[in-house]
């Protein structure tokens, strides 16, 4: 059977149309390893996880041995919080071929600590692959990090940044002057066509965006609103507003003669209400009644005023840190899918741009907009949370901040783990040892203190 179409909906991010074609192909018959598999990655996206793994499990019967589907179905049990299943099933992919970072990965990703006894399982595959696997480099970083070898840390975390960035060149190329040279300059200069046209407005709908920086608190915020006594459906990092904006405007920006000081930017905010609208229904029926909907795609924060254009009434929670503190987070992070944070310098540009962005956001639009800084949260979860479901319109209990007693809590990012815990008071040293990265860049920036 042929399969493309269907993988040509995940590759668009169709994920409902995806859905359907394979269910459809299950349902004539072509129950083979990768109609189960597709299924089971569609579910995934569309935050069904418990269907998500038992359509990996159905592919495991057929192919016990794919590693490609042990690791899905392992993924699919960390971010659901079952850190048993999913250890057993990075430790078999080790069993199956231990040369396979990917196991070692996700056995980091539930605890740090238990690729310490693997050095030199990760060194083996360090030298097979000629030093090309940047998963290798950020887990000898992390072990020098537990071994308080800042120096090797830093070698490690530069090798691994670099490779990660040319791991997929030209798309980090290519966003790279997507967010330094088109939304960062247009952000609040777009022409916007068939403005007054009447679509299709979902009124019942009320929708949280979670905007700002990775690292600052997000999956915090994401997971106190989720624990609300209301319909709220926390939909993660869809990018969806980002992916059909430079959908639209793809072939203006990207021709090689684009000149972004004299060019005007368009955007047809009836196509683009279309197709925003229907990426959203792929996760919620347009006549669900009185919907919260919580969208944490942080670089929204570029977007506000196209997303009020759609949705008049939303409301934009801005996560904030330490911007020092947040820099030197995100360079030690694993974010291999986002351009910008794989060098000092286009991190920096980056948070410089946030910084101007949300300014001017703030002074226009201050109704719309909740900025709350992780270091008070933490202090004062009970004041603070507070404050969020006021600003949101939502009611406050005190069973919202015992989410780390859940578990149904579904949650993809890094933050993972970390939040399922009891959380603690911010640490305003915890990155002072790495003040050097950021000292040639103080002249510039005069937000680093």
Not at 199 to 208: A, D, F, G, K, T
Request: with cysteine; proline share 2%.
């Amino acid at each position: 059977m042929d399969l493309e179409l269907g993988k040509k909906f995940i590759e668009e991010k169709h994920f409902k149309k995806a859905f359907i074609f394979f269910l459809n192909e299950l349902k004539k018959g072509n129950n083979t390893v990768n109609t189960y598999f597709f299924l089971g990655l569609v579910c995934f996206e569309l935050n069904n996880i418990k269907d998500s793994i038992n359509y990996y499990k159905l592919a495991l019967k057929i192919l016990p041995k794919s590693i490609n589907i042990i690791l899905n179905l392992a993924n699919a049990y960390l971010v659901s919080g079952s850190f048993l299943s999913a250890k057993n099933l990075y430790l078999k992919v080790i069993k199956i071929n231990k040369l396979e970072s990917r196991g070692y990965y996700g056995l980091y990703l539930i605890n740090p600590q238990f690729i310490t006894e693997y050095i030199q399982n990760l060194n083996d595959i360090k030298n097979n692959y000629l030093n090309n696997d940047f998963l290798i480099e950020y887990m000898l970083s992390k072990i020098a990090k537990q071994n308080d070898k800042q120096d090797l840390e830093l070698q490690y975390l530069n090798r691994f940044q670099e490779k990660c960035f040319k791991s997929r060149y030209e798309h980090n190329q290519q966003g790279l002057f997507y967010y330094n040279k088109i939304i960062s300059k247009y952000y609040n200069k777009i022409n916007f066509d068939n403005l007054e046209s009447k679509e299709q407005n979902l009124s019942n709908i009320s929708p949280i965006f979670i905007i700002g920086l990775p690292r600052s608190g997000s999956t915090l915020i994401e997971t106190m609103i989720s624990n609300a006594n209301h319909n709220v459906i926390s939909l993660g990092e869809t990018s969806i507003f980002n992916t059909e904006i430079i959908n639209l405007i793809k072939d203006q920006v990207f021709k090689e003669n684009f000149n972004s000081e004299n060019e005007t930017l368009n955007i047809d905010i009836k196509k683009l209400k279309q197709n925003v609208l229907h990426r959203y229904e792929d996760y919620f029926s347009k006549n669900e009644k009185n919907l919260f909907f919580v969208d944490k795609s942080l670089e929204n924060f570029f977007n506000i005023e196209i997303i009020l254009k759609i949705f008049p009434n939303a409301k934009f929670i801005n996560c904030k840190r330490n911007y020092n503190d947040n820099a030197i987070a995100i360079y030690q992070s694993m974010l291999p899918d986002l351009p910008w944070t794989h060098a000092m310098s286009d991190i920096l540009a980056y948070i410089d741009s946030y910084i101007k962005i949300l300014s001017f956001y703030e002074m226009k639009l201050k109704k719309n907009i909740f900025s709350i800084d992780l270091s008070n949260l933490t202090f004062d979860q009970k004041k603070y949370s507070k404050e969020i479901y006021n600003f949101c319109g939502l009611s406050w209990s005190s069973d919202i901040l015992k989410f780390d007693k859940r578990k149904d809590i579904l949650i993809k990012t890094l933050s993972n783990n970390q939040v399922r815990k009891k959380i603690f008071s911010y640490d305003k040293n915890k990155y002072k040892m790495y003040d050097k990265l950021l000292i040639s860049f103080k002249d510039k920036y005069t937000w680093l203190n």
